[in-house]
């Protein structure tokens, strides 16, 4: 069966400090991945999605990037975080072809201070 | 105005009521999704519907196309229903839209 992880599940950083969660997919290859945001309050928001190796598409511009140097592996980063950063990082896949379900990890909650 | 409205934002119920959670939106889709946000934060994925209805346990989910909206049913509810449910649309192959959410709360 799969399964996806994310690490760490929480995190307090300074504005300024760089950012790495990282996700990982296990029991699937050349799964779609997802970052996605949800900042308190609001509801969730696509960061980034990727469907393949070294492919990435963003879909809001931000200070953060994201990579996949594996094909069950998604990184999100940034050199330099804003308090504006702040929320709740879930990572999700979906099979490449096939029905669109999407299935999400257990998330990362960020506070930046 | 978002692309998907949920209604209510927040509903509190008793144990054993019909819960009713309302989903519109205002572009085209590929597919509906309903999903379940838990106090922890983890989300799991209801169903995913294109037309019709749906039924899972106590839960049913129906869509009418035409009209661009979306129920979500809940049948003889529990506590452990407490949750916050997201209606979300698949825009094309990879990007999903989502609902504020509704903030379920189910008293015993």
């Known amino acids: 069966s799969q399964t996806i992880h994310q690490w760490p599940a929480t995190l307090v950083q300074p504005v300024g400090s760089p950012l790495s969660l990282e996700c990982t997919v296990e029991?699937?290859?050349?799964?779609?991945l997802y970052w996605y945001r949800q900042a308190a309050g609001r509801g969730l928001q696509l960061l980034f999605y990727?469907?393949?190796?070294?492919?990435i598409s963003s879909e809001v511009p931000q200070n953060l990037s994201a990579s996949r140097p594996q094909d069950r592996q998604f990184i999100l980063s940034s050199k330099k975080l804003l308090l504006s950063d702040s929320g709740f990082y879930l990572c999700?896949?979906?099979?490449?072809?096939?029905?669109?379900?999407?299935?999400f990890g257990p998330g990362t909650r960020l506070l930046v201070l | 105005k978002n692309e998907v409205e949920q209604s209510p934002q927040n509903l509190t119920a008793q144990e054993g009521e019909f819960i009713t959670i309302n989903c519109s939106y205002s572009?085209?889709?590929?597919?509906l999704h309903w999903l379940q946000q838990h106090p922890g934060g983890g989300i799991v994925s209801l169903f995913m519907l294109s037309s019709g209805k749906k039924k899972h346990g106590r839960l049913i989910a129906t869509i009418n196309i035409q009209e661009k909206h979306s129920s979500l049913h809940i049948t003889a509810s529990h506590p452990r229903d407490s949750a916050v449910y997201i209606c979300?649309?698949?825009?094309?192959?990879?990007?999903?839209?989502f609902g504020q959410g509704t903030r379920l709360t189910i008293n015993p």
């Open positions: 999700a896949w979906r099979e490449l072809a096939g029905v669109e379900t999407q299935y």
């Open positions: 572009v085209g889709i590929s597919a």
């Open positions: 979300a649309v698949g825009q094309g192959a990879q990007k999903l839209v």
């Open positions: 990727s469907v393949g190796i070294g492919q």
């Open positions: 029991g699937t290859s050349n799964p779609n």
